[in-house]
C-alpha cells in the first residue's frame, strides 16, 4: 500500500498553494475583509484578489510587476551621467 505523500515529489514543493482555482496569496486580501467585515472593504478586497489573480495569470509577481512598471516609467532612453554632474 502506497501512502499519498510517496506520490509527491520534491519538485512539488515550491508550487504555492492554491484555493480552488486562485493562488493563495491572491486570496490574501480576504483575510482583511473578515477583520473588518464592510461592504467598501469586500470591493477592496475583490479588486485586490482581481490584480493579483490578473498578474498571476500572466505570470508576474508582485515585485517583478514593480521592475517592469518602473523600466516603463523610465522610458527607452538610458543616461549614463549623473544629472548632478
Known amino acids: 500500500?502506497?501512502?499519498?505523500t510517496q506520490n509527491?515529489?520534491?519538485r512539488d514543493s515550491a508550487r504555492y498553494p492554491k484555493f480552488f482555482f486562485l493562488d493563495s496569496r491572491a486570496v490574501f486580501p480576504f483575510f482583511f475583509f473578515l477583520?473588518?467585515?464592510k461592504?467598501?472593504?469586500f470591493i477592496i478586497a475583490a479588486v485586490f484578489t482581481i490584480f493579483f489573480s490578473t498578474l498571476l495569470?500572466?505570470?508576474f509577481t508582485l515585485a517583478i510587476f514593480g521592475r517592469w512598471v518602473r523600466a516603463?516609467?523610465?522610458g527607452?532612453?538610458?543616461?549614463?551621467?549623473?544629472f548632478w554632474g
Open 1 to 4: 500500500m502506497r501512502l499519498p
Open 8 to 10: 509527491a515529489s520534491w
Open 35 to 37: 477583520l473588518h467585515i
Open 39 to 41: 461592504l467598501w472593504t
Open 57 to 59: 495569470r500572466f505570470g
Open 72 to 74: 516603463l516609467a523610465a
Open 76 to 82: 527607452p532612453r538610458k543616461i549614463a551621467k549623473p
